[in-house]
């Protein structure tokens, strides 16, 4: 996932923006998938947590900016 | 109360200001992390992961879909903002706007199905309605920081120089989002 950056980091508007589309086809395909897990599978906890997991972190990470807390998120 | 100016004044650049800005903001996203778990863990403990088998899927696969695009919408928002791109700021907050306010309609249709197989009565209808009741006012309350950055912004306020108000408010948005995350799988999937 080396084309995604956060708003305030290096690239062009165009390259944040694109960013932000591929993180929301990723988490779209994610609950997708989630979904299709927890309607095949009985007793789904333990394998529904990752997707849980690694949506949370995607939002977290491009979207809500928490790697750039260190700096205060300056342009 | 020490203002914005104030600060600077004594010292305290407006990257000092951004950063104080920023640690309030995940100080509260901190407390309604507690908030929320309280709430999650009081659905596994009173009803394990059993789920009654009348709850809409569909609606409820449609509305985090909704939530998902409301956070990219959001997302556009603020990187429009930052860039100083006014009417792309304006078209992607009335998006986000849209799509909260289409979440809200979807909740309000699912309760009114929720009512009558599980009502707040019963031990599955008590955690549904009090975690899908908690998580909408979060989206209402957004949507009301949403209109105001959109009315301020019309009026030509923010941009790059000034962009915290709207990038706190669309942290929270998706903050709003990322509760959804786990509490549509805990009430439907699990």
Redesign the interface.
């Known amino acids: 996932m080396t084309a995604a950056t956060s708003t305030y980091g290096p690239g062009s508007y165009r390259d944040k923006a694109r960013s932000g589309w591929i993180t929301a086809v990723l988490l779209g395909v994610l609950t997708l998938i989630e979904y299709a897990v927890a309607v095949t599978v009985e007793n789904p906890l333990l394998l529904l947590l990752p997707f849980v997991l690694a949506k949370g972190a995607l939002i977290m990470d491009f979207f809500m900016h928490v790697r750039k807390l260190r700096t205060g998120g300056d342009h | 109360m020490t203002t914005s100016a104030e600060l600077i004044e004594h010292g305290h650049g407006p990257?000092k200001q951004?950063?104080i800005n920023?640690l309030g903001l995940?100080l509260f996203f901190a407390s309604e992390t507690f908030l929320f778990g309280a709430f999650i863990s009081s659905r596994f403990a009173t009803t394990q992961?059993e789920t009654p088998a009348d709850l809409n899927?569909a609606l409820a696969?449609g509305l985090?879909?909704v939530l998902?695009?409301s956070?990219?919408s959001?997302?556009?928002a603020?990187?429009?903002n930052?860039?100083d791109?006014r009417r792309g700021f304006k078209i992607y907050t009335i998006a986000t706007i849209l799509l909260g306010t289409l979440f809200l309609g979807g909740v309000a249709l699912e309760w009114t199905e929720a009512l009558e197989y599980f009502p707040p009565g019963t031990i599955y209808g008590t955690a549904f309605f009090s975690l899908v009741g908690l998580h909408a006012f979060h989206v209402l309350t957004g949507l009301i920081a949403l209109l105001v950055i959109l009315f301020l912004g019309k009026e030509g306020r923010f941009g790059?120089k000034d962009?915290w108000p709207v990038?706190g408010v669309i942290?929270y948005w998706?903050?709003v989002?990322?509760a959804w995350?786990?509490i549509y799988?805990t009430l439907?999937?699990?």
């Open positions: 990257s951004r950063r920023q995940w992961t899927q696969l985090t879909i998902l695009l956070s990219i959001a997302y556009m603020e990187t429009a930052a860039h791109d790059s962009s990038e942290k998706h903050f989002d990322l995350v786990i799988p439907y999937l699990f």
